[in-house]
């Protein structure tokens, strides 16, 4: 069975390509396809079903966001009517986390799911205050797809300068959600077990 490469070309000036999911009114399915990029999708209304080689199916609702690593094959079904900007952020933009194979792995733990040390207190956290971080960082990622793709739209003197800002931005929440560095590689469309819940 053949799956496309889906070559990623970055908008013009920028490293990385952020639109509109073409799939917006729904009743569209993206056939399996794979690219050298990191995606992410932001799903603001409706949601989004990704399928992946393993067979893996995981539905993004409104209000979440989903890490697609480089090289997984995956496939995209929207049933009906949605809002999402998916973004695709070339390898080189992440070139000092890159492993000798040029790898990188993301993955994205559900809002309230395992603990993570990266956030330190003063006292152990209760399970609430677990989840309010994890909500947190999922509307800051929502907030900041949402700010680069209407000021790419818009255009307003100096955008390409808020452009970068929130997008160096998005690339720090993600790079802290990286696999460690001894994860790895998968074979090309091997169906690698995507690493992400949500």
Not at 86 to 106: G, R
Not at 180 to 195: A, I, L, R, V, Y
Request: charged fraction near 30%; glycine fraction near 6%; hydrophobic fraction near 30%.
């Amino acid at each position: 069975m053949d799956h496309e490469h889906e070559v990623v070309v970055p908008r013009e000036g920028m490293p990385f390509k952020i639109d509109i999911f073409e799939g917006c009114s729904g009743n569209y399915t993206r056939e399996a396809h794979w690219h050298n990029s990191v995606e992410i999708f932001a799903v603001y209304e409706g949601s989004l079903e990704f399928l992946f080689r393993n067979r893996k199916s995981v539905i993004v609702p409104a209000g979440c966001f989903v890490i697609i690593n480089p090289n997984e094959l995956h496939s995209i079904h929207a049933a009906e009517r949605n809002d999402s900007i998916y973004l695709q952020i070339p390898l080189s933009a992440f070139e000092h986390y890159l492993t000798a194979d040029h790898f990188i792995s993301f993955r994205k733990r559900k809002p309230g799911g395992e603990k993570d040390d990266r956030f330190r207190a003063d006292r152990e956290l209760d399970e609430r205050e677990w989840e309010d971080i994890g909500t947190l960082q999922e509307q800051q990622m929502l907030d900041l797809m949402r700010n680069v793709y209407e000021k790419g739209k818009e255009k307003p003197t100096g955008y390409e300068y808020e452009m970068l800002r929130d997008f160096y931005q998005k690339i720090h929440i993600a790079r802290k959600n990286r696999m460690p560095s001894n994860t790895s590689p998968p074979k090309h469309c091997s169906g690698f077990p995507p690493s992400r819940s949500i």
